[in-house]
């Protein structure tokens, strides 16, 4: 291979450059996912423009880039906290043990062919999202949805029903 020092020294740089780009490439997949940001965030009472992405809203999950995925968001986590109010109310301060293979941990489905809810039980598997009840807060929250005491709307919001 007869090349020239300065040819040498161009392959040198390029090898430099794409080991960086490696490198980068590296340290990115060892990062924990973060939410992408947006210049729109929400709070449990409101959502509203802000300009620009922060890293704090954006960190947790609180910015969408559009004000119609920032509504549907906070109608989820409105949803979301109010499923929770209701399980304290009615299971008190209950938490999944997950080390605990004999405990019943139970979740809210809803049966779109029977148009009926029904809840199901688990004792190992945890899914992403969901809120976990005893079996007697599962079997109260059931009937009153099933009655219409509590209510929910198309995307799932829990409406307590005066």
Not at 23 to 33: H, I, T
Not at 56 to 76: D, M, P, Q
Not at 85 to 113: M, P
Not at 125 to 131: D, H, K, M, Q, R
Request: aromatic content about 10%.
């Amino acid at each position: 291979m007869n090349l020239t020092k300065a040819q040498i020294e161009e392959q040198i740089k390029q090898t430099e450059t794409k080991l960086e780009a490696l490198l980068v490439c590296l340290a990115q997949e060892d990062e924990p996912w973060t939410p992408e940001g947006g210049s729109w965030y929400f709070t449990t009472f409101r959502n509203a423009p802000h300009g620009h992405s922060t890293k704090n809203f954006s960190r947790l999950g609180l910015e969408r880039k559009t004000e119609a995925a920032t509504g549907i968001a906070l109608e989820r986590m409105i949803s979301s906290s109010l499923l929770q109010a209701y399980v304290y109310e009615n299971c008190g301060d209950w938490i999944a043990d997950w080390n605990d293979e004999d405990q019943r941990k139970c979740s809210l489905v809803y049966c779109f062919n029977k148009k009926a809810w029904w809840y199901v039980k688990s004792l190992s598997i945890l899914e992403a999202g969901t809120v976990y009840m005893n079996e007697k807060c599962a079997d109260k929250l059931r009937d009153d949805l099933n009655s219409g005491r509590v209510v929910t709307n198309a995307r799932m919001n829990l409406v307590p029903v005066n």
